[in-house]
């Protein structure tokens, strides 16, 4: 759980119907996506998918606000 980081979103032009602006994504580890200048995140089909990363702002979430998110995501709550 300590590798998982998240990031919210800023702007969703053109991606309306993926991207909620200021809501808080979980970001997934591409290293070749960061070569392009993209971000790959679970967007709101549940599903992950590649954006730009000026979309994004990454931040820093407390470890209990971080435990609560992904708590919220697992399938017995």
């Known amino acids: 759980m300590g590798n998982k980081s998240f990031a919210i979103c800023v702007n969703n032009l053109g991606y309306e119907a993926s991207l909620e602006r200021w809501k808080v994504y979980e970001v997934i580890e591409d290293a070749k996506a960061v070569s392009y200048n993209q971000i790959r995140v679970i967007d709101e089909s549940g599903e992950d ?23 919220s995501k697992s399938p017995e709550c």
């Not at 590649?50 to 209990?64: A, H």
């Open 49 to 71: 998918y590649l954006f730009p990363n000026d979309f994004f702002v990454v931040v820093n979430l407390p470890k209990t606000v971080k435990e609560a998110m992904i708590a």
